[in-house]
């Protein structure tokens, strides 16, 4: 596809200043992500020529400013574009304030020893951006785009923290609210002001006819503390589409103006060395009458213009696309179909994360091996994050086929579980919190840290095989392959922070019950022979260490779960040119077998461990029986 000539004029004017080469690679990059960027725009909006050429302006001013030293990095990631699916990729996430020392973006160079110990590639730094005064969801109630929080520093210290960083080889992640904005933002403040063409920028209905059309289909994310999706807003004396909370105005994204906004939001915040960006609540962008208004095509056509903005100013950002969906519903937010290799570089496995538990709780692996055997195949260049715990709740995502599938119910299941990691249910060892208890649908979601939703948690209900559970949970999420990201604190067996409602906005919202501070003396706990922070670091850390010493474990390999493995053997298999690899994961605290004969089959002549550097020999019944809570990584022997 020819780009049009008056795309060409518009591009070479915004690139006046520079020399001819750095215009030319410019418009070599135009010519080749054109297509994709005009596709993903007419797939959602009229006049696609003249949408797509206001991006293409935004991405020439953003190459234009891009500093040297990123423009060096563009090239790097050019050059090895799976940069992201090494298997040394090893990602940490939390909250700046309650990881850093003292609690700003220029104290997490205290903490680099402590990552660099971990394995840790790839930071996650939690909302950072200016949100609203008080009550802000945690940082996602997003005030100003293009400035920090004071209490973290600058947009300067944000520059130099992803300068260290990238010296150290780590990557920077931070999230962009695509969704809404507060309602103090710029924006909502000049539309409640009479600004019509800022009003566009939202869902504003003159009265109840169509949200209450709307609502017949719509499910409630808060039903406990933000019941309903409109709110009435006295200024406008309207009603405002508000999914999450009344002061979180979702944003029109059938307005093209406010594509180009977040274009440009994307530009700058690469400009500033963001290497990721965490594109939250993506699945909710684009409304749809009759619908949960989630999961609409359009949402990936507008991921696919935004990334080929990128790609043309900063092709060293990625995009990671945070949708919490239904497990069929996951693989489209790394490209199928047309929008293969065009939309987001990642996405979380949340079903993933789900069966890790679920398989914890009942010792056995037949849903796991239903639900994420019947997953679709990712696309080669497409990354999963796989995580056991994050800043969120655990919602339990059972899809009710799969639960058919293998003799129990969906709404059955997710309530043991819920029971289960509450704590409530005979012979569990988790101490965790109800969240959101929906009665009209009997949904009840659970907070807590890997630990405490383990045994380690204060009535130590079961701690040795709490440390147990924790390694082979961990080696699940790092053997599958993608990018294993740990949460903040996990790592050293952190437990629920019993003061979480004691800080200002937070009583009403147990999930910082898990976000717990990383403080100097639980650093210092990880070098104390036999302290659960010594026991939890030193497995997490040597299991990382493996992981990037295994080719197979490269995130484009094929994965696939062998459907006829002991019911408390969950069997991963993945394909790579240099061999297989086998994960062997028992959930169970009792021995359970797996024929060696099988690995023999998957071209294992000489199966070894990787994990515990051992060759695996079978007895006279040709059976391997792997110990209580075992992970093994089966490679070929050397």
């Known amino acids: 596809m020819t780009v049009p000539t008056q795309v060409v004029s518009a591009a070479e004017a915004a690139l006046s200043g520079l020399k001819r080469r750095r215009r030319e690679t410019f418009l070599l990059r135009l010519e ?15 006049d696609p020529e003249r949408v797509a050429q206001r991006l293409v302006e935004v991405a020439a001013r953003g190459y234009a400013d891009r500093p040297r030293d990123l423009q060096r990095l563009d090239e790097r990631r050019l050059l090895q574009p799976d940069w992201i699916q090494q298997p040394g990729m090893v990602g940490y996430a939390c909250y700046t304030e309650r990881f850093s020392p003292d609690g700003t973006l220029a104290g997490i160079a205290g903490r680099l020893d402590h990552l660099r110990e971990l394995g840790v590639t790839y930071l996650h730094l939690m909302p950072l951006l200016m949100p609203r005064e008080g009550d802000n969801d945690g940082g996602y109630a997003v005030a100003d785009y293009r400035a920090v929080r004071p209490d973290l520093g600058t947009v300067d210290d944000l520059r130099d923290l992803a300068t260290t960083l990238r010296g150290e080889g780590i990557s920077l992640v931070v999230d962009l609210v695509l969704n809404h904005v507060a309602r103090e933002h710029a924006w909502a403040a000049a539309a409640r002001s009479g600004d019509a063409a800022y009003r566009g920028y939202f869902h504003v209905f003159a009265d109840r006819d169509l949200p209450d059309r709307y609502e017949e289909t719509l499910p409630e994310v808060f039903p406990d503390f933000a019941p309903g999706s409109f709110t009435h807003e006295p200024e406008l004396d309207a009603w405002v589409w508000t999914t999450f909370n009344e002061w979180q105005w979702d944003l ?9 906004e977040f274009a440009q939001i994307v530009v700058d915040l690469a400009n500033l060395g ?47 696309a945070e949708a919490i969906v239904g497990p069929r519903e996951l693989v489209p937010y790394l490209g199928v179909g047309a929008h293969t290799a065009r939309v987001s570089d990642l996405a979380y496995h949340n079903s993933l994360m789900v069966q890790v538990w679920s398989m914890l709780a009942t010792g056995d692996t037949r849903l796991a091996k239903q639900a994420l055997g019947a997953l679709p195949t ?4 497409g990354t999963w994050i796989t995580y056991l715990r994050c800043h969120d709740d655990i919602g339990w995502a059972i899809d009710d086929g799969d639960a058919a599938a293998v003799g129990v119910t969906g709404p059955g299941h997710r309530h043991f579980l819920a029971d289960w990691y509450a704590g409530d249910f005979t012979g569990s060892w988790a101490e965790g919190l109800v969240f959101q208890h929906n009665p009209a649908t009997g949904d009840r979601r659970i907070s807590g840290t890997a630990a405490s939703l383990a045994g380690l948690g204060p009535e130590r209900r079961d701690p040795d095989g709490a440390f147990a559970r924790l390694f082979v949970a961990h080696a699940v999420v790092a053997g599958w392959g993608g990018v294993p990201v740990i949460w903040s604190g996990d790592e050293l067996g952190l437990l629920n922070d019993p003061a979480w409602a004691d800080e200002p906005g937070h ?20 070098q104390v022979p036999d302290s659960d922070q010594a026991r939890v670091f030193a497995g997490l850390a040597h299991l990382m260490k493996v992981r990037a010493g295994l080719p197979q474990l490269h995130a484009s390999g094929p994965v696939s779960v062998l459907p006829d493995s002991d019911d408390g053997v969950l069997a991963v298999v993945r394909r790579h040119p240099s061999g297989p690899f086998v994960g062997l ?16 089959d998957l071209g294992l002549d000489r199966p070894h461990e990787a994990i515990g550097d051992h060759v695996l020999t079978a007895g006279p019944d040709g059976q391997l029986w792997l110990p209580p809570y075992a992970a093994w990584w089966v490679v070929g022997g050397r």
């Open 32 to 46: 080749r992500w054109w297509p994709d960027l005009v596709a993903g725009v007419a797939a959602a909006y009229d």
């Open 252 to 260: 029109d994204w059938a307005n093209p103006a406010v594509l180009a």
């Open 274 to 320: 963001v290497e990721v960006l965490r594109l939250d609540a993506i699945a909710f962008l684009w409304k749809r009458m009759g619908t949960a208004c989630q999961n609409q095509p359009e949402v990936h056509a507008i991921t696919q213009a935004l990334r080929a903005v990128a790609r043309m100013a900063a092709p060293a950002t990625l995009f990671k």
């Open 378 to 381: 990712t696309p080669p260049d």
């Open 507 to 526: 009583a009403d919202d147990n999930r910082w019950a898990h976000r717990p501070r990383v403080t100097d003396a639980d650093v210092l706990r990880r």
């Open 585 to 600: 994961y028992n959930v169970t605290g009792e021995s359970r077998p797996f024929p060696i004969g099988r690995l023999h």
